[in-house]
């Protein structure tokens, strides 16, 4: 019998998890190494995604850079041919005007003196290239016939004039007209009579057979440059690439010569800082003029279509030594967080997925099992009913349990509501305490205390218990789905405030400054009333560290259909790695004596009435003295009535 027990209990344990607890523990270390290699492709992946990224946008910017730098040297290869033709143009234009002027002046009997003056007025009225731009005269013998911006060179010998190179290019006119032909030259020449600096410029002349002398004009090398510079910067402001890719150029002194914002350009950035103090401007200048070319990270303050900010940037930065020109492109890495980010939501979306349709096939083969062992057990229930009471019973152990675990969540729950309840209490309990030791010194000492006083610590007495009596229902209401709401002012709720912390004023020596318009809305004001009241006494808690003189500010207003409720203080302010904190349950800076209730109840107070609460460190000056603090800001939608 004994053997046969022992039989039916290993045959029933075999048929109860012989076929469960296999697929369960292969489910759960099939779905573990899934998800482990799942993981390990997702890291992989984000990887794979952030060099090729970097790599991509690197050859991008890097690609779009010489492409500017190989449409500079074009233009500027290209350039002394297009000079040479439209000097050409230009003494050839003036030379048909000069033959025509004379084959028709000739005809009517004028002197070849008369129409040489009517060509010299004729050909120097023809000014070009703003301003700078004329045709000149010279004779065989090196005299200068015609010079329309300087007429005191007008008749002077200029056979042996040297420019400051030395080069004497007036012999090269002479020559010209002794050979009756024509040709270019380069010498050095002054723009002005005051400029001090010769500037290479080039020269075509034409021999003009009538009187033996040359038609000629000239362009600065340096003056056709920049027009060439603008007409390069005018197109490559103009270049847009990607989403956000532009080309900015930077002079060596750090001018802005192209960029995508238009009101930049000519100005310089040389002192711009970033938002560590760095002068991002003359790093890229320094790294161009030592480097010659190759990437720089660094912090850029703008962005194409992006709001003013700081972001990290890499940029390819090439030199171009010959115009001192820093030419650079490049990318905002926040771009390669937002692609990997979204990428990370779709893979975690699939293998989501794939997991579940995994859980979902081990269910589904698990409760076939079940069922064919609840079906083989049916088979064999008579062998084994005598286990059928043992079983119920231990099913009504199960259930008592259950119960047992029900009932100590629920004495959690109670427990935890105490505990807040405890925390507001506190406070009134205190100022009880406090009033009626000041009537019972006052029954001791006469005149210990003035009318004034003890009639103050009586209303401090009865609004402290009906306080204490009504904070039962305001976390009631706080957790009921169906609250009432009523019409209130503002500044009444805050009255009752000051009411009931108005002896912590005092006895801290606390200056309250108070700016409360005249505000009507329709909500819950218990609710409010509590959250005022967590919050300045958490005020009056810092206020008490200071040494000084002690202020708390406490403003409210409506704009723009919002109510504003502001407390501020002058505590020095909350510190920077515990701000994020203060609303987050059981967080406290008071040790055993505090909570970390107070301000996590003001936040899911405010929030679920559709308001919003914040704090922040504000610096400002009262009285003309300098402060620091903590500001909290509880904003509330305006309504009036239903």
Known sequence: MKKNTTTEKTLINIIKYGAVIPIILLSIIFTYIFIQYKNKELIDEIKNLEVKFLNDNKRNVKDEVKRVIDSIQYEISISEQNLKKFLKNKVYEAHTIASNIYKEELK????KEEIFKTIKQTLGSIIYNDGRGYIFIDDINGIKLLQPLNKSFEGKDFSNFKDPHGYNFVKQIIETIKNKTEGFDQYYWYKSQTDKTAYKKMSFYK??????VAIGTGEYIVDFEKT?????????????????GYITILSGKGDY??????????TNGFNLQDKDGNYYIRDIINFAKEKDHGFLSYIASFKPNGKNENREKISYISYFK???WVILSGFYLEELKNEIKDKEIVLKKRYEEIIQKIITISFIVTLILILFSFYISRIIYNRFNEYKEEIEKEVDKTIEKEKLLIQQSKMAIMGEMIGNIAHQWKQPLNLISTSNSLIKLNKEFDNFSTPEQISEAIDNIDNSVNHLATTIDDFRNFFKPNKIKSVFKINTVLDKTFKLLNAQFKNNSIKVITKIDDIEIYGFENELLQ????IIKNAIDELFKVKDERILFITAFLENDTVYIKIKDNAGGIPKELKDKVFQAYFTTKGDKGTGIGLYMCKQIITNIDGDITVKNVDYSYEDVDYKGAEFIITLPFQSSF
């Open 108 to 111: 009517t009997g004028k002197s």
């Open 207 to 212: 021999y003009f057979e009538p009187y033996n």
């Open 228 to 244: 060439i510079q603008k007409n390069l910067l005018d197109k490559i402001k103009r270049i847009r690439f990607n989403d956000n």
């Open 257 to 266: 010569l192209s960029y995508f914002k238009e009101d930049t350009i000519g």
């Open 322 to 324: 010959q115009w001192d």
């Open 531 to 534: 959250v005022t009241i967590n």
